[in-house]
């Protein structure tokens, strides 16, 4: 049974940091781009992050770019979304998807994802 869980969504305040995690179960990731997309009610969910997990290579949208890192842990079949400097624009549902390499980037396919999250709410708000 494959299965994407995320974890680690909540309320924090403006400028606060947020880690979530993917852990896969069902398969293993080796062949596996992993991606953060986030998305805002009536819109389209926008890519934001996703690591190669054969290299570890990576990929930020700009809205994101240098303030989130994502990191892998092989072994644990676990991705990581670190989120610093947060803002109220950051405020959405984020989902983790896995899709078989290789994978489009600039801007990331959600068609190209296979395996789906259920999705964790991030809200920023003093």
């Known amino acids: 049974h494959v299965q994407l869980v995320e974890s680690g969504g909540g309320l924090v305040q403006p400028g606060g940091s947020l880690r979530l995690s993917c852990a896969a179960s069902g398969f293993t990731l080796d062949y596996y781009a992993l991606a953060w997309f986030r998305q805002v009610p009536g819109k389209e969910p926008e890519g934001i992050s996703c690591?190669?997990?054969?290299?570890?290579?990576?990929f930020y949208a700009d809205s994101v770019a240098g303030r989130f890192t994502t990191s892998r842990d092989n072994a644990k079949n676990t991705v990581y979304l670190q989120m610093n400097s947060l803002t109220p624009e950051d405020t959405a549902v984020y989902y983790c998807a896995a899709g078989r390499t290789p994978v489009t980037i600039a801007p990331m396919t959600k068609n190209e994802y296979q395996y789906w999250g259920q999705g964790t709410q991030v809200t920023v708000s003093s």
């Open positions: 690591i190669s997990m054969s290299d570890g290579n990576t």
